[in-house]
């Protein structure tokens, strides 16, 4: 039978690796990768790009096999789905209105058309798209088809909500304004988060916890509290993260001049 889980973890990732052949050589994404995630915890994973932070959560989200190791969920409530993803680069339907596309998810979890669209329709509202309900994703700004993409991973309650990169694509300012409003929400629905970046100061602002990656191939070389209480304001933040800012740095900067060593 298998292990149960620790208590309260949602997650269980156990020396986990993977390897990639391309033509002419082989090489390892991911090394003996092991961590775990707590019930209504937000992890971030920082990584120089290139890590193999997509593949791992790729891994986790089963759209990508792994070679050895173990990924372990614990199931409490069957209702609700193990994951949802929210990519860097949106992944709506374009043929689907923002409305249709938001309520996707609780289509394939086979809750009524009336029910859902309810839910849909009060969280587009809170989150400020109410009026854009029917447009299609093409006509929005990318920070709007970012809230879209996210209002439909939320609205699908997963067990633990993994986020590749999701404001990668946006100007500084929108990424900023997009962050807090994930924090709201995270604070309001209690939800358990995967997040990865490759920005120190976003993990610094959204994470409870930060694994460091180190360059190819991809291991974690630290596993960092964020010592800032909730809810947390940017500006004070600015003023006191110097410290783990740079000792996050430190740990990256040497994985980040390796890699472009190798490339040269
Ligand atoms: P990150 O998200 O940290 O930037 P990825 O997980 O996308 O990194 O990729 C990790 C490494 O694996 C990169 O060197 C990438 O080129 C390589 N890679 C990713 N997917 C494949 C694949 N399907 N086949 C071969 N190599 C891949
Ligand atoms: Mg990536």
Same mark, same amino acid.
């Given at each position: 039978?298998?292990k149960?889980?620790?208590?309260d973890?949602?997650l ?9 052949s391309?033509?002419?050589?082989r ?25 193999? !932070?997509s593949? =791992?959560l790729?891994?986790?989200? /089963? %759209? ?5 190791? +173990?990924?372990?969920? #614990? ?18 339907f374009p043929? !689907?209105?923002? =409305?249709?596309?938001?309520?996707? /998810? %609780? ?5 009524? +058309?009336?029910?859902? #669209? ?47 990169e ?12 997009m962050?807090?409003?994930l ?5 309001e ?17 959204l ?34 993260d110097?410290?783990?800012?740079n ?9 980040v ?8």
């Amino acid at each position: 039978m298998e292990k149960r889980l620790s208590a309260d973890h949602v997650l269980e990732v156990t020396s986990l690796s993977k390897e990639f052949s391309t033509r002419d050589s082989r090489f390892f994404a991911l090394e003996d990768i092991s961590f775990s995630v707590s019930e209504g915890e937000f992890v971030c994973i920082v990584g120089p790009s290139g890590c193999g !932070k997509s593949t =791992l959560l790729r891994i986790i989200a /089963g %759209l990508l096999k792994k070679d050895s190791g +173990k990924v372990q969920f #614990e199931r409490k409530n069957f209702v609700r789905p193990r994951t949802s993803m929210v990519f860097q680069n949106q992944g709506l339907f374009p043929w !689907k209105t923002v =409305l249709q596309n938001v309520q996707f /998810g %609780l289509q394939m979890q086979g809750i009524a +058309k009336k029910e859902r #669209e309810g839910l849909s329709i009060e969280f587009l509202n809170k989150i400020g798209l109410s009026k854009f309900i029917h447009a299609y994703p093409y006509t929005l700004s990318g920070g709007m088809r970012q809230r879209v993409a996210i209002a439909r991973a939320f609205i699908s309650n997963p067990e633990i909500l993994l986020m590749d990169e999701p404001f990668g694509m946006l100007d500084a300012q929108t990424r900023i304004v997009m962050q807090e409003e994930l924090l709201k929400l995270w604070q309001e629905r209690k939800h358990t988060v995967l997040y990865i970046t490759h920005d120190i100061e976003e993990a610094i602002f959204l994470g409870d916890r930060i694994l460091v990656m180190s360059g190819r191939p991809g291991k974690f070389i630290a596993d960092i509290e964020v010592p800032f209480d909730r809810p947390r304001s940017r500006s004070e933040l600015l003023k006191n993260d110097a410290e783990i800012r740079n000792h996050i740095w430190d740990l990256l900067k040497d994985e980040v001049i390796k890699d472009l060593g190798e490339s040269r």
